[in-house]
């Protein structure tokens, strides 16, 4: 019989795909996805349509920005709460189960098994995104921006991206698949609110008395420095998709706005350049602000890479070092 | 397989060691495995077989020692070894939401057959372990010898010159174990080395033309079964009409024996001649012995001669 030599050390885009499509088929049967997708779409549009009925009542402009932000930011927070599901088991339970070691000594490479799986949970990811879209397009009949709506759910979708391999590198760094799996929850949790909650602390940390003289006298005045400390907030995943969504140029005084994505973007970029709102001449905000997002989507791209690289040396073989009480089967 | 590959000696490994922190998993193991044989890796549990198994199978790194698997370092030149060897682990999971086909054809994929030759494949062996019938059912409906069987098919998916099989009779009923003598032997047939661990000796010794013992993680002989040398003590089974008289006498006559049940007694003997000379003192003293015999098999007696400092 012939032989199909492999790169020695390398990778094949169809050994990945070969590793992809059978995680995948393996997700598909083992879930109730159809209940589960079915679940997600009907509690999002539950959301959509409320914000939707809740505007329309109140107001005469068009509600779609405020429908897609309402729905963006809930649509990626239960997404942060599934996603880790997804991968934070994905080696270690293979191990656990005696799969891993049968697929280790195959001709696939350790990238090519680490690619695979991740591109099957990061796949899986996307999948509940795309359940949505049918609702992002009614956002954009009602007045969303089809680029903002398409730049949100993108970049969204590399984010859940970078928690998949978080999730994965957990999974198989850490011999049981329950301490993997709690360490990828701390993960997300430790993006969304451990970064606000540092950078809250830190903003009281390097507060500044400053004594200022004015005609009144002498007197002493706090004065708070979030610029030093702005990029604490920004690996935030809220905050990434929220500052990247472009801005929508729309009459300040057209009334009461929710637009939960612009707002968002507005803090994190006053605390990057505080104090620099500028009004021009007729009265319209100039965004004169400089953005977080490059800063925060590269802080998890860096991530993301950082743990799929840990991921493929932890699959490399033949092993010199196990951790203990990790049998190779 | 070509014919430079074919020359080369199936396995060879020489001064093995692999060390888990500071437990000796395998201290010294020399052992070849040639083409066209089946040999046996016998040793008692935790001797260190399943850890020389995933050294060979280029899972662990050996601490010292020369492997050549199929001509190949398992270290250096894991794709190559890989691409050669076949193994089954003693404990293997499966993927239990696809069909036995899937299974095969997913390694086969593992193994990088090109997609037109896996469906041919997988039903070759499907058909060589007896589970064709069962192609479409899902994996987690077999019983556990099936599942043994599906095993045994998935190491063999890329047609692999040399075969390493952890315990691979384990769960399987008679018939299966009859025909995973016939398998095997018909692979050294063909010219693969075959390397078997088991503990059930009664089986090796049908199976394996070879045997190599370990025990605390060294190699301490390595033989045709042939050649096994007769043991300097093996067990001999005495059965008398009253078992009363019979463990008196033993115990007067300073006999190594163990408890009487249904069957009679073991007793432990040295050669033949200690044994022709247990039998004429028993007929002498009146014991009422109803049969006389070396209990046990070759291969037993010899691994129970070579673990015997144990006790």
Known sequence: MTRHQSPRLGFNLRGALTVAAHEFRLRIRAGRWRWLLGAWFLSLFALTAGIRSALVRSDQ?????????????????????????LAA?????????????????????????????????WGTAIVFLVTAIPLALWCVAEGASGLRVAVSLGIAAVLLGVICSISLCLSAVLARTTTSGVLSYLAVFALSIGTVVIFVLAVALTQTTETRTTEAGTFEQTVT??????????PNPFIIVADAAPRTLEQPDAGVRLDPLGAIGEVARSARTPGSTLVDSEGIVELGRQAVWPVGLASNAVLGAGALVITIRRLRTPYVKLPKTVRVG | MSAGVALAAGIEAAGVRRTFGNVVAVADVTLSVPRGHVTALVGPNGAGKTTLLLVLATLLKPDAGRVRVAGFDPVTD?????????????????????TAREVLEFAAAAYRI????????????????????????????????????????RALV???????????????????????????????????AVLVSSH????????????VFVDRGRSIAEQTLAELPRAERRPWRVRALDPGPLMVFLDHHGTEHGPPDAHGVEVLLSGDEAAAELLAAMVRDGIPVVSFAPAGSDLEAAYLAITEDRQ
């Open chain 1, 225 to 234: 420095h979030p610029e030093r400390v702005w990029w604490l907030l920004a």
């Open chain 1, 89 to 121: 088991q994905s080696v270690n339970g293979d191990r656990l189960r005696g799969l891993l070691a049968t697929l280790q000594t195959t001709l696939l490479t350790p990238a090519e098994i680490a690619i695979g799986k991740l591109a099957a949970a």
């Open chain 2, 78 to 98: 894991s794709v190559e070894v890989r691409s050669r060897t076949g193994w089954m682990p003693d404990s293997f999971g499966t993927y239990d939401t696809l």
């Open chain 2, 114 to 153: 090109p997609r037109q030759l896996r469906p041919r494949r997988a039903w070759e062996l499907l058909a060589l372990v007896h589970l064709d019938e069962f192609a479409e059912r899902p994996v987690h409906a077999l019983s556990r010898g099936q599942r043994q069987r599906l095993g045994l098919a």
């Open chain 2, 158 to 192: 890329h047609e692999p010159t040399v075969l390493l099989l952890d315990e691979p009779a384990a769960g399987l009923d008679p018939r299966s174990r009859i025909e995973l003598r016939g398998l095997l032997r018909g692979f050294a047939a063909q010219g693969c």
């Open chain 2, 200 to 211: 059930v000796l009664s089986e090796l010794e049908t199976i394996a033309d070879r045997v």
């Open chain 1, 61 to 85: 402009i068009r509600p779609g920005t405020d429908m897609f932000g309402g729905l963006m930011l809930t649509m990626l927070a239960l997404a942060l709460l599934v996603v880790p599901a």
